[in-house]
């Protein structure tokens, strides 16, 4: 799948990869996740997220023809399926902690 077509199918999760990763290092990966949105209301940013989770789910359901394009707008070199896979999981995990951090009150801070 081609960059275009991959932003057409997760338009949230290209435009927060490529946005948020695209020019940051990458040993701050999960950082990020966590802070993703940290300026918006509370409601706002728990939306967003849940619709992140939704894409970034779609997306790991079809990582063997998506994975080149993922790794191509998150700026990452992740020369692998297995690869780019481990790299969703770990975002996904710190965007699940963060959503749920949010429904349960903020009352946890991020690992």
């Not at 991959?6 to 999960?30: H, K, N, Q, V």
């Not at 409601?43 to 894409?55: F, T, V």
């Not at 997306?59 to 969703?88: C, F, P, Q, S, V």
Request: aromatic share 10%; proline share 5%; no cysteine.
């Amino acid at each position: 799948m081609n960059r275009p077509a991959f932003r057409e199918r997760y338009p949230a999760l290209s435009a927060t990869i490529g946005g948020e990763f695209g020019d940051s290092a990458a040993d701050d990966d999960e950082a990020i996740a966590h802070n993703f949105a940290a300026e918006f209301p509370p409601e706002e940013r728990a939306r967003y997220l849940g619709a992140l989770l939704a894409e970034a789910h779609l997306l790991m359901d079809n990582i063997d023809e998506h994975w080149e394009a993922m790794a191509k707008e998150a700026n990452r070199r992740l020369y692998t399926r297995d690869a780019a896979r481990g790299w969703l999981v770990r975002i996904t995990i710190a965007w699940q902690e963060e959503l749920t951090r949010l429904r349960d009150g903020g009352s946890q801070q991020p690992s």
